[in-house]
């Protein structure tokens, strides 16, 4: 078992930045991919960033070189950096923990945190 607890959500203007955490407690961190996805409001969960046990990295298109993930194996955290956003980046943004790799399908992550909200104002 893995709980997951993200952190750094809120408001921003169109074009500002914001960084999102993700606390990992429970079994070893390191045996985890984790991953990045957010949800809008009526649409679907969607794949945002995701980054394997040692560091590989991969995003999707629509969020390709204006966020950025990472993690900190010695404090079991995961970071989401976000820059140049944009009113259709608002959403709640979920960590997730996957056991057998990493990657973009939501139904492979075994463990989600609650979510925090992140609103982009134009």
């Known amino acids: 078992q893995v709980q997951l607890v993200e952190s750094g959500g809120g408001l921003v203007q169109a074009g500002g930045s914001l960084s999102l955490s993700c606390a990992a407690s429970?079994?070893?961190?390191?045996?985890?991919?984790m991953g990045w996805f957010r949800q809008a409001p009526e649409k679907e969960r969607d794949f945002v960033a995701t980054?394997?046990?040692?560091?590989?990295?991969y995003y999707a298109d629509s969020v390709q070189g204006r966020f950025r993930i990472s993690r900190d194996n010695a404090k079991n955290m995961v970071y989401l950096q976000m820059s140049s956003l944009q009113p259709e980046d608002t959403a709640v943004y979920y960590c997730a923990a996957d056991l057998e790799g990493y990657g973009s399908e939501t139904a492979a992550y075994d463990f989600w945190g609650q979510g925090t909200q992140v609103t982009v104002s134009s």
């Open positions: 980054i394997s046990r040692s560091g590989t990295t």
């Open positions: 429970g079994e070893s961190f390191t045996r985890y991919g």
